[in-house]
């Protein structure tokens, strides 16, 4: 999150379910790997950022039609790098989110992310 309340959105590539969705950038957990390594891997395979702190934010779970999940969302404020797509998808700062679609998990967490950009900082 950029300190004017801006979230990075990305948009899903071809060859994975619901591609050309827009969603938070992140990824699986490996084995044995924590949620906060995984945090700091993603963000380095997909954009080229190391994340230098971040705060847990929430937990959802969704039900798509091919799989369960259980999302788990930080908010970090401190990184280094510029985002850039090492991996070919679209990225983009947000601040009222404008992109469409939204992946069905992220809808309902709009409304909290407002809550949080605009009301707390």
Same mark, same amino acid.
């Given at each position: ?6 979230? /990075? ?27 906060? @390594? @995984? ?12 994340? /230098? ?6 937990? $959802?779970? #969704? $039900?798509?039609? #091919?799989? #369960? ?5 930080? $908010? ?12 070919? =998808?679209?990225?983009?700062? =947000?601040?009222?989110?404008? $992109? ?22």
């Amino acid at each position: 999150m950029r300190e004017n309340g801006e979230v /990075l959105l990305g948009q899903r590539p071809e060859g994975k379910p619901y591609p050309g969705y827009w969603e938070f950038p992140g990824g699986k957990v490996e084995s044995g790997e924590s949620i906060e @390594a @995984a945090l700091k891997r993603e963000f380095m395979e997909e954009l080229d950022v190391t994340i /230098l702190s971040q705060e847990p934010w929430c937990c $959802v779970e #969704h $039900v798509y039609p #091919h799989a #369960h999940v259980r999302l788990h969302f930080f $908010v970090s404020k401190n990184w280094q790098g510029e985002p850039r797509s090492r991996e070919g =998808q679209a990225f983009q700062w =947000q601040g009222p989110i404008r $992109v469409k679609p939204l992946l069905p998990a992220t809808i309902p967490l709009i409304i909290w992310l407002d809550a949080l950009r605009f009301n707390n900082n």
